[in-house]
């Protein structure tokens, strides 16, 4: 038996020396052996954490708040005043039959500044899952124009692949809005509105790109435009050659999906020249929009919003909401543990 151990003993002398051993390496590091700071929490310092906490998202949330208040908006909903072109245009046997209506309103209070016009949508749901993943990066990069891999169901039409494809794309809010200012009560004078420079930087310049070709008109050769669409992608914007194709900026807006079915995405901002060079005058305002976006079918609505913005963004309250009431529970907190701290202090 003796003999049978020691020669046991002798196979796994000779396994240890052939196989490397597995043991990390002798080093601080690896031994975890490096000096760390360990953070004694006495209750000072946790009262102390809580209580700067508190106060300085109080601080922000106020901040924030007050802000939000400082924004001029102005909101034209115009889903009943245009339902006549509504019936016309979302009938299928007049869908391309052009329609217009006019909405008069005043702006009782000057707009300083940058102005920035919004259109707003309800019960409009871009955060479905099929509806957000219905697009193909490759072909909006410009790498291949006629990719259409998970474009469904609007990645072909009769065989031809569509540019751009998908649903996104195809449901692209198409309404025109021309903003109209009664000048002196005696006539109207157009209002100049900027639709480049809407889009964020890393869309229009990374994530948008048109295919590498001498014209736009060649680089969509053999594609369709979206059914939807009444003019292909090489043809949205007839004043500004340049800002045809995938890099479009009312089409990169678009792209970019919205969270909730509530949402407003920009269209145009101002122009601050002639008569618009501190922002938009106090005074008696017209809308024409030519109409071709339907919202009626599944009970949506529309809206034109004119607003200021701040440092801290658009009238959104619920980030100033957010700290404020972050801020008085983390006081809440704090005073809390201060009673109890005390009470058992003085049992002590």
């Known amino acids: 038996m003796e003999l049978a151990y020691r020669t046991k003993r002798t196979a796994m002398q000779k396994t240890s020396q052939s196989s490397p051993s597995r043991r990390p390496d002798n080093t601080a590091y690896k031994q975890q052996q490096l000096p760390a700071c360990r953070v004694q929490l006495t209750a000072s310092r946790v009262l102390l954490c ?30 009943e005043t245009c339902a006549d072109c509504a019936a016309l245009r979302e009938n299928a046997d007049n869908f391309d039959k052009e329609c217009s209506c006019s909405i008069p309103f005043n702006i009782p209070q000057a707009m300083q500044g940058d102005v920035y016009m919004f259109y707003k949508l309800y019960g409009f749901y871009q955060n479905l899952y099929q509806y957000v993943l219905s697009r193909s990066n490759i072909q909006l990069v410009g790498t291949d124009v006629k990719h259409t891999d998970g474009c469904d169901p609007f990645a072909t039409l009769n065989g031809t692949p569509i540019a751009p494809c998908g649903a996104i794309a195809n449901s692209m809010f198409n309404d025109t809005i021309i903003l109209s200012y009664n000048f002196n009560s005696s006539e109207d004078i157009k209002v100049p509105m900027l639709n480049q420079g809407i889009a964020w930087w890393t869309d229009k310049y990374v994530k948008f790109q048109n295919p590498s070709f001498n014209d736009l008109p060649s680089a969509f050769e053999g594609t369709v435009k979206p059914p939807s669409w009444s003019q292909p992608a090489y043809e949205l ?8 194709g995938f890099t479009n900026d009312a089409f990169i807006v678009w792209m970019r999906t919205a969270a909730f079915p509530t949402f407003k995405k920009l269209y145009r901002r101002l122009h601050r020249t002639q008569h618009f060079t501190e922002g938009l005058p106090a005074g008696s305002y017209s809308l ?17 919003v004119l607003s200021t913005l701040t440092w801290s963004g658009g009238s959104s309250l619920f980030l100033g909401l957010a700290y404020t009431v972050t801020g008085a529970v983390t006081w809440l907190a704090f005073f809390s543990m201060m009673a109890v701290y005390v009470t058992m202090e003085k049992r002590i």
């Open 50 to 79: 809580f209580f700067a906490t508190g106060l300085s998202c109080l601080a922000m949330g106020i901040v924030l708040l007050l802000s939000a208040k400082g924004i001029q908006e102005v909101e034209i909903n115009y889903t």
């Open 288 to 304: 024409h929009i030519t109409y071709n976006f339907p919202v009626t079918k599944f009970h949506g609505e529309k809206s034109v």
């Open 237 to 244: 914007d007839a004043d500004t050659p340049e800002n045809n």
